[in-house]
């Protein structure tokens, strides 16, 4: 923001304008907030207000927000050597006093320095300078995620089922997640391989966020996403009586993929659930499937996955 001083003089009809003085007001030059942060895994983080500032710009104040909060959680006048911090259960004992961006005496404590890092601190946060000449404002957002404490795929087939059903569960995590659900079927034929993929997550499924959780961004997001498909896609007969020998020159394998993301990150993670249909159609019919030929690996068709992941929408 500039101030223009200017005055007009009439001299012989014509009109002189002589420029007093232009100044430059605070200006924030540039606001470093990290954008990404695990929670439990850093000391500390610092956001720093990087602003430039002239003689003219007296009565500095800083200030810090949170959110929409418009109260600040950190404020600073230079003149006064005056600080003042929130007291609000989130940030109180988690901003470090001592810390000192510059030695400079109007920008020495320009920074906030956060202390343990929590998912609760996920948001906005918003800087501001102002001074008798002018004011200037500026926000980031910076996530704090947590990774899931559980991460499960599984499937259940009850006895004389039509269809099989499969369930990704994830608990824990934080923001909340986007779950993907797809099926990679790949199968053999005397020597050639071809290979299909379906995306379960937009033929049949449900998703289920945890409803009597009042504090996600304390506690995390549980969500479950479940899909069935007919036996009849997976080439699975009802019971184990209706595998059929001319099956033997014929193998198929289907991968099970459900991945995670977080949204407006680079986040990704997934669970592989690995099935042989001949081997299952033989196998004893009963509430989860046989664990010899189901197998959890992020290791399986890693290519595949690799695609998978990249080609989420």
Known sequence: ?????????????????????????????????????????????????????????????????????????????????????????VFDGHINRSYEATEDPNTKFRALNILRPSTEMSGNYSCSVTSLMGQDTRTQDMIVYAKPRIFDLSLLRADHSEETRFRCKIEGVFPEPLLHMYRMERTQIAGSEYMTVDN?????????????????SRDGYLTILTTSMPNRHLK?????????????????????F????????????????????????????????????ISISLSLCAMCLRYLIANLT
């Open 258 to 293: 459900c991945v995670y993301t977080i949204p407006s990150t680079d986040i990704k993670q997934s669970r592989v659930l690995e099935l042989y249909p001949e081997k299952y159609m033989l196998a004893s019919s009963s509430v989860t499937a046989p664990t010899e030929h």
């Open 1 to 89: 923001m500039s101030l223009l001083t200017a005055r007009a003089t009439c001299l012989f009809g014509w009109i002189v304008i002589f420029v007093v003085n232009i100044v430059e007001s605070v200006r924030i030059v540039n606001l470093a907030v990290p954008r990404l942060v695990q929670n439990g895994t850093t000391p500390s983080v610092v956001l720093d207000c990087i602003y430039s500032y002239t003689e003219e710009d007296q009565q500095l104040v800083v200030k810090w927000f949170f959110n929409q909060d418009p109260k600040p959680i950190y404020q600073w006048i230079p003149d006064l050597s005056k600080r003042a911090y929130s007291k609000s259960r």
């Open 236 to 256: 699975l007969g009802p019971t184990k009586d209706t595998a059929n020998t001319h099956q033997a020159n014929i193998a198929r394998r289907h991968l099970f």
């Open 200 to 216: 379960l997550t937009l033929v049949n499924y449900s998703v289920e966020p945890l409803g009597h959780q009042s504090m996600p």
